[in-house]
Each structure stands twice: as C-alpha cells, then as structure tokens.
C-alpha cells in the first residue's frame, strides 16, 4: 500500500513562511510527478504545484502561488516540498501532495495538512 505523510502545515501570520514536505512510502516505484494542490472551504480542489521526478525536474506553478512558492524534490528519499513564503490569508487551505506513478500515471494522495494564514 502506497503511503504519502506529510508534514509542515501549521498556523502563521500573513508575510510568514511555511515548508511543506511529503514523503512516499519505500515500496512505490516509477515515480513520475509529484505536486501539491489546495482546498479552501467551499472551493474546489486546485493545483498550487508540481514537479517532475525525471531527469531536470521539471516544476510548474499556480499563477497565484508563482514567485512565493518553491517546489522541490528529494528522488533518493521519495519526497517532496513546498517552501512557502509571503503567505497571505488567501493562502488558507488543506494543501494535499500527490504523486503519480508508473506507465498509467497512477494517482495517489496524502491525507492533507491544514495551512491557516491569518491577517
């Protein structure tokens, strides 16, 4: 069973910093992409980041995250971050890693953490 534990999430103050990270159990192989996305209350579950676990690591980005967040990879350890800085309370969520695998892109998820940015 694939495990995804994240860690990081916490309550800050608007300007502040949080760093995110996920770990992927030992036992997934053919990691393809791993990324971040957010759910607000009452909102849809949007992307915030990913990033390629091949070779150049390719990252993409929100357009509302783009300058303030950082994602970043660890292949040796399976994991994944999200440096988060000048958050603003926009920024509240339950920020969820995701990861794909495999040749059909298999999708899996953590169990979320919660991000409280207050004003």
């Known amino acids: 069973q694939v495990q995804l534990v994240e860690s990081g999430g916490g309550l800050v103050q608007a300007g502040g910093s949080l760093n995110l990270s996920c770990a992927a159990s030992r036992n997934i192989f053919s990691i393809k992409i791993m990324g971040w996305f957010r759910q607000a209350p009452g909102k849809q579950r949007e992307l915030v980041a990913t990033i390629s676990f091949g070779p150049g690591g390719s990252t993409s980005y929100a357009d509302s995250v783009k300058g303030r967040f950082t994602i970043s990879r660890d292949n040796a350890r399976n994991t994944v971050y999200l440096q988060m800085n000048s958050l603003n309370p926009g920024d509240t969520a339950v920020y969820y890693c995701?990861?794909?695998?495999?040749?059909?892109?298999?999708?899996?998820w953590g169990q979320g953490t919660q991000v409280t940015v207050s004003s």
């Open positions: 995701n990861l794909k695998a495999g040749s059909g892109y298999t999708n899996y």
